[in-house]
């Protein structure tokens, strides 16, 4: 590494355990307000962008989930990555799941049988059964991921009879332009998905992880119930896309 890079990390090094030690008051003051203890929420380091350096600093301060946006990206920090729980969060092509079946510990953005089904096929072949979220497009946006509202029980249960799949909750991103109030509306009624389907104990299917926030508004998230919360800039700074 040249002198310059490692000066530029060093900064970002320290930028990180500040956010950092922000980010977990934070989640614990959102957690002990709704009821719950800092430990039932789970931190997800979103690292789109973030080069493997910074990423295993997080790691060596204790974040210990990673999630990853894009295929490529994934495969191309993988091997620099300290050990970490690795998962992928981002819109998935059927065809690159073959990229990611030996690589992460869950699927959180599964919106649709054939993708499941695909996941379940080589899951099966590699003699494991992958965890997955269903992603749910709460906001009904067009062009935006996710199985929309009405359509999310006839998919769970579709995907709970593959066998190498294992749905252990659910997973959204509400519209960006939503409006704080709005933004609270679309998380309760996930977590009210969340609580309604958990309650009918569908066969092969758990409700236990509810992952919504992101920097803008994880306390929030935490506060309508979500469990596991998604956060990449303000924990790394803004993004510099390529
Ligand atoms: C980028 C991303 C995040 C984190 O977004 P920030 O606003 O930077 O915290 C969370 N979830 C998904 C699916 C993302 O793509």
């Known amino acids: 590494m040249t002198e310059r890079l490692l000066n530029d990390f060093s900064t970002r090094f320290a930028d990180v355990e500040e956010n950092l030690k922000r980010i977990r008051e934070a989640i614990a003051e959102a957690a002990r307000k709704s009821g719950r203890r800092p430990e039932d929420i789970t931190l997800l380091a979103a690292t789109k962008t973030v080069p493997a350096e910074v990423v295993n600093h997080a790691i060596s301060l204790g974040v210990a989930h990673i999630g990853e946006n894009r295929v490529q990206e994934l495969c191309d920090k993988y091997d620099a990555y300290a050990p970490v729980d690795l998962q ?7 065809n690159k799941v073959k990229y990611l079946i030996d690589k992460v510990s869950m699927i959180q953005s599964v919106e649709n049988e054939r993708l499941a089904a695909e996941i ?3 899951a099966v072949r590699a003699e494991k059964s992958m965890d997955v979220l269903v992603e749910v497009n709460i906001g009904r946006e067009e062009n935006k991921s996710g199985v929309l509202p ?13 066998p190498g799949v294992h749905v252990r909750g659910l997973m959204a991103i509400p519209p960006a332009r939503a409006s704080e109030a709005e933004t609270m509306q679309f998380f309760s009624k996930m977590n009210q998905y969340f609580v ?10 758990d409700m236990h992880i509810l992952s919504m926030g992101m920097s803008a508004d994880y306390a929030m998230a935490i506060s309508a119930g979500a ?3 998604r956060v990449g ?3 790394f700074g803004p993004r510099h896309y390529q």
Not at 150 to 162: F, Q
């Open 196 to 205: 309604d389907i958990g309650a009918k104990r569908m066969d092969n299917i």
């Open 120 to 122: 379940s096929r080589l």
């Open 233 to 235: 800039s303000s924990l």
């Open 150 to 162: 009405e359509k999310l029980e006839d998919l769970l249960e579709r995907i709970a009879v593959l």
């Open 88 to 94: 992928f969060i981002g819109h998935l092509q059927t």
């Open 227 to 229: 469990n596991m919360v």
